[in-house]
């Protein structure tokens, strides 16, 4: 059962126009309006159940720059410092705190990568420590154990899920923007061969431009207008702990385990990577591009079941814009925990901090994390359908760049200056017979 996430009033009515609509109220959809609205542009936020209740309210929470692939740093850094001005200009709190991020060894052959993309990092600006084995284990003295080395991230950080979107949503009501729950978005209005509008189930929303951040429902709405966006959603599951004996780090990744700090709820458990590839008609369609990410993390990834198909978020059906729609029969991807990585959690977190068998496991979720084959976002307008912008396939690290890639889209659809070069992101590199490099985090 999912641990509440934060809430929020509806805007009272759906506009007839505006000049954004953003289709997808994860962190990411809110992030995109509200820098439109702060540049005082006339958006409409639409999510088809509550903002916030899916992937973004049920990961780490991490906000790093540690261990970015290369393509993503430059928004990680810009998103990090736009997580720490979101508070001071609007008001609202989002939980961000520059915690840190500690990362332990006793593996030489990983500690070794870290040392170089330390050196790779310190070429872009981004302040990274590697860990003697007495640092290491000093700073891991809360497991008793020796540590051959680490890293600390000392300016990164981390969020709360359960209040982060919600946060920002209220952010854009302030701003003038509207946002609607429970008003999914069913398709598309197009005059001239262009987006001319976005049918919901309670009306059509007149504009020129629909942001589709609709993350693990993105492939299956592209291919309502022939558009090809090959992405697979993996099912990770985690559990929260609640207070008691203990000490635990803010932000810790192991390869056994990685613990983060939950607001003031307790702290989250999970194994970095560990997901279930639940079968569905889209992962058949696109099981060729994803040959070399799943082979990559194969020791990680376990067969699923059938999560996805009753999620029928990865359909390859088509419906029509006056009928009821998948995304209105499942408001909210609630999908099963697995069991059994939930139990290899508990046990590698009491065998590294023994005090922890005296916590309660106060929930136990899931959620589904939509990846790109080379897990990095895909961010640009399809050129066979002007006026539809994709944001979608941020492969498990959308929560933590949310800020920067909201800021982007929003530079991109409005004519300003990118605030990173978005051409490493756009969507048109799945097409195209070049060789995808899948991202080494």
Not at 55 to 76: I, M, T, V
Not at 191 to 203: A, C, D, F, L, W
Request: proline share 5%.
């Amino acid at each position: 059962m999912m641990p509440p996430i934060a809430r929020l009033e509806s805007s009272p009515q759906l506009p007839a126009s505006a000049d954004y609509v953003i289709i997808g109220g994860g962190i990411i959809g809110v992030f995109t309006a509200y820098y439109l609205a702060k540049r005082g542009a006339k958006v409409c936020l639409i999510e088809k159940g509550l903002i916030g209740a899916e992937q973004s309210s049920r990961n780490w929470g991490w906000c790093r720059q540690q261990n970015r692939d290369e393509r993503e740093l430059p928004l990680a850094s810009k998103s990090i410092d736009l997580w720490e001005r979101f508070a001071a200009e609007s008001g609202e709190n989002a939980g961000f705190e520059r915690t840190g991020l500690l990362y332990l060894s006793n593996d030489e052959t990983e500690i070794a990568q870290w040392a170089r993309w330390g050196e790779f990092a310190r070429t872009m600006g981004v302040e990274t420590h590697m860990l003697s084995s007495a640092q290491a284990t000093e700073r891991g003295r809360f497991s008793g154990k020796q540590w051959r080395g680490g890293v600390f991230a000392p300016t990164d950080g981390i969020a709360n899920p359960a209040e982060a979107a919600p946060a920002v949503a209220r952010a854009i009501i302030k701003l003038g923007g509207t946002v609607h729950q429970n008003c999914a978005a069913r398709g598309l209005e197009t005059t001239g061969g262009r987006v001319s509008g976005v049918v919901t189930e309670t009306g059509v929303v007149r504009t020129n431009v629909a942001i589709l951040s609709a993350g693990a429902w993105a492939s299956s709405f592209c291919h309502q207008y022939g558009l090809r966006f090959p992405q697979s959603s993996a099912r990770q599951s985690v559990m929260l702990i609640g207070s008691g004996p203990g000490e635990l780090p803010d932000a810790l990744h192991t390869a056994g385990i990685s613990i983060t700090r939950r607001g003031h709820s307790g702290h989250l458990l999970s194994i970095s990577g560990r997901a279930r590839i639940d079968l569905t008609p889209q992962k058949i369609r696109f099981a060729k591009d994803f040959v070399p990410m799943f082979f990559k993390r194969r020791k990680n990834l376990a067969l699923g079941g059938w999560e996805g198909m009753r999620g029928s978020h990865e359909t390859l059906g088509k419906w029509a814009l006056d009928k009821v729609t998948p995304m209105e029969r499942m408001r909210i991807l609630e999908p099963k925990p697995d069991a059994t990585a939930l139990q290899l959690t508990h046990d590698r977190a009491i065998d590294m901090v023994p005090a922890l068998r005296e916590r309660t496991v106060t929930a136990r979720f899931a959620g589904f994390i939509d990846s790109t084959p080379d897990s990095v976002p895909g961010i640009g307008e399809f050129a066979a359908l002007p006026g539809l912008v994709l944001a979608a396939g941020f492969s498990g690290h959308g929560f933590g760049i949310g800020p920067g890639a909201g800021h982007l889209i929003a530079d991109m659809v409005s004519g300003a200056t990118p605030i990173v070069d978005p051409a490493s992101y756009h969507p048109s590199r799945f097409d195209s017979s070049q060789r995808i490099r899948v991202a080494d985090y």
